[in-house]
């Protein structure tokens, strides 16, 4: 058997094996795409009319939220600009909550309480995520269809390779007017092999959530040797405590809005528990997140606290850093903007194709030889 040949068996087998799963991967990627915009578009509790009055402080927003869901835990406080609501996030990873207490920055009037583990996208991203299996059931089984996807991937691209200049041509083109069996077999080689470049991109920054060995395997690479350093908060001086007071968020905030002036969002995080630090960010541009600036403060005394991780101030970073903090922006296009995201709509949809027409390749030729 020569080379290509054992390659396109391996191809054959993988693609049946885990066809399906890169199917579900790649069609709730491509439904995911535009979950901001359209939430923008459906959910008008989102946004508030401008108004000339300063905001109220995050302290007066979580004791108004508190009130909405008395029996939750408060995480943060987010500010979002003029002319959006603001958020009080209640999350818990053990009791297993997520809500958003939209909030009017101006008055402190409640707008909506929002389930965030319900709704159609919650849905389709744990589809994306876990399969809609138990998180510690499905999240192994989702990365290792990714890496198999991988391997997909880079013996489609050797099978498509041509063998002289004169079949070049017919790799990049769909041949019109042919027969469906023909047809499909374009839709697979030639779709395929134009979008397997972002789909190496998408499979790259996938497996970084999806392995801690691929996560610290590829901050290596791209950091010439760097050990990755997992996220920490630092630890507030505890004999600096008298009595707790809430202000010290308002102060925080107001530092934050003073320092960050051009900040499209400004999140807030109160310490959660006697030792923890007050944590905050504010984000230039609220479509993405890599260039957010993270700051953490002693809960006492006020004080800014260092981090050796990369969520720190932006200006203390480097750009291997960086790099590792846009890996969520370049796996949802938004790295680009909308033009990204639209790019990223269209290479998940012919992904989630590829099985299908790979499938329908093998069912005709071993049909064909009965």
């Known amino acids: ?22 199917f579900i991967i790649a069609i709730t990627g491509c439904l995911y795409a535009f979950q901001e915009e359209i939430q923008n578009l459906t959910q008008p509790y989102r946004f508030v009319a401008k108004q000339d009055k300063s905001f109220i402080p995050p302290s007066q927003i979580i004791s108004l939220a508190e009130k909405e869901l008395p029996e939750k835990k408060i995480h943060a406080v987010m ?3 003029t002319k959006h609501a603001a958020k009080a996030i209640f999350y ?18 409640t707008l909506k309480i929002s389930d965030e583990n319900a709704g159609i996208f919650r849905f389709i991203l744990n589809g994306h995520y876990y399969l809609w ?24 691209i050797i099978l498509w390779w041509p063998k002289n200049k004169s079949a070049t041509k017919q790799r990049f083109s769909l041949k019109r007017n042919a027969r469906w069996r023909r047809r499909n077999y374009d839709l697979h080689n030639v779709l395929g092999f134009y979008v397997s470049w972002i789909a190496l991109i998408f499979i790259i920054t996938g497996l970084v959530w999806g392995f801690q060995w691929f996560n610290k395997t590829y901050y290596a690479v791209i950091t010439g040797g760097k050990e990755f350093i997992d996220y920490q908060n630092p630890v507030s001086d505890y004999s600096q405590a008298d009595t707790m007071k809430i202000s010290s968020l308002d102060k925080i905030w107001l530092l934050m809005k003073k320092e960050h002036p051009d900040a499209e969002s400004i999140e807030i995080h109160p310490a959660e528990d006697s030792l923890s630090c007050i944590a905050a960010n504010a984000n230039p541009n609220a479509s993405t997140y890599w260039r957010t600036d993270y700051r953490y403060f002693d809960q006492y005394t006020l004080k800014e606290l260092s981090v050796k991780h990369m969520w720190g101030r932006s200006k203390n970073v480097c750009f291997s850093d960086k790099l590792m903090k846009m890996n969520y ?21 012919i992904i989630a194709s590829l099985p299908i027409t790979g499938f329908m390749i093998w069912w005709g030729r071993k049909n064909k030889k009965k």
């Open 133 to 156: 299996l138990p998180p510690t059931v499905g999240q192994p089984i989702v990365a290792s269809a990714t890496l198999v996807f991988f391997v997909m991937v880079i013996s489609g």
């Open 329 to 349: 922006d370049i796996h949802v296009g938004s790295i680009l903007g909308i033009p990204g995201k639209i790019l990223a709509f269209f290479a998940s949809l």
């Open 1 to 22: 058997m020569t080379f290509k040949k054992l390659i396109g068996v391996l191809h054959l087998w993988l693609g049946l094996i885990s066809g399906l799963l890169v």
């Open 79 to 81: 500010y979002q600009g």
């Open 92 to 109: 818990s990873d053990k009791e297993a909550y997520y809500y958003f207490v939209y909030v009017n920055p101006y008055t402190g009037e």
